[in-house]
């Protein structure tokens, strides 16, 4: 039943996370991506069973970056965990590996109310804060969002970048009927733009990098972070409600892991550690444009958006976002389905020593 649930809802699951890492723009490839890490031999307390997680994630900085530096510096070995990361370049995929049980964990972007609303997936952890993460690029000669009027714009329809789309014009007094809107992948959007076929794109951060370097001319008019906290997203560690059941205390060992590598990823606002680990493939600059969109809340900061519900209401925001755009026709409160991170990081925080 759960994986037919699953299976019915990946349609429109096949929202793009706005960061689907550098070089993958929205592709999804059939088969998952071992990466080159050189995970520590785990040297588990007598206390603690040791086991081993097949962790599959998206490559962007806000998404896999607790992952990466809980691996480079042990974090997850003194926790008697040894972690086999796989890497996907699209959400859906990974997702239905993990209802297929070749993953034990999958680390999601900014579509975590789609997973969780039509997928049945269980966030058990949330991520870094992607307050900048899509952004409207433009040619030469449009200089504010009321420039965009009978304009082409290209982005996927569904998507967090549409949604971003729907937002500007909105704020603006224009609906997208205003505009000549294309849509396509991201990919093509992206690609479509620098061959100068639209004179707009909504993307991604890696899009980013990449109009940066073919179209340096172009300018970015907004960014999710412009309308904050409309269009905010987090990422997300998620299970199968069936695995969050019957392994509260392995998942309790996983977030002590993530409690101490964010705890290294908010300290250092360069995050050495990540760019060593998982990024050396881009240059520096451009993993520092990355790494501009993210934030990464203290873990104080993240149990007092548990107590206030800070967490819920940017979840819930997204969930208004997504049924806009038709991504998903309905969604129950934010507070239904993030019941297993609120316990999962209350009860690892509580014991947590930094």
Known sequence: MERRKFLAGLAVAAVLS?????????????????TAVSTPVP?????????????????????DGQLQVAIAQGFFAKQ???????????????AQSLIGGSLDIAIIGGALPVFACQGGLTPVLLNGIEKFGSE??????????????????????????????????????????DIEFVNTDIRSATTSFIAGQVDAVAAGPDSRVLIGQQRPEAKRLVSTGDY??????????????????????????VALAWLDANKVLAADPTADALYKQAYTRLS?????????????????????????GTAEKIQNLLVDGFKKVGAIPTCPDASQWLGTWKTTFRDAFAVWKP
Not at 138 to 167: E, F, Q, W
Not at 230 to 235: D, L
Not at 285 to 298: G, R, S
């Open 18 to 34: 706005s960061a689907c890492g550098p070089g993958g723009v929205g592709t999804a490839s059939p088969e998952p991506q071992r």
């Open 284 to 308: 520096r600059a451009d993993f520092d444009t990355l790494l501009k969109l993210v934030i990464f809340p203290p873990n104080d900061t993240w149990k007092t958006y548990l107590d206030d």
């Open 80 to 94: 008697g965990i040894t972690v086999e990361p796989l890497r996907f370049d699209a959400g859906p995929v990974m």
């Open 228 to 253: 904050h906290p409309k269009g905010t997203t987090m990422g997300a560690w998620t299970v199968t409600p069936d695995y969050a059941q019957k392994n509260k205390g392995v998942l309790q060992r």
């Open 43 to 63: 040297t588990p307390t007598p206390t603690l069973t040791p086991v081993t997680l097949k962790i599959g994630y998206l490559s962007a900085p806000g998404i």
């Open 136 to 177: 409207i690029h433009v040619r030469p000669g449009i200089n504010t969002v009321k420039d965009l009027k009978g304009k082409k714009l290209a982005t996927a329809r569904g998507t967090t970048s549409h949604m971003l789309v729907l937002i500007a014009l909105e704020a603006e007094g224009l609906t997208e009927r």
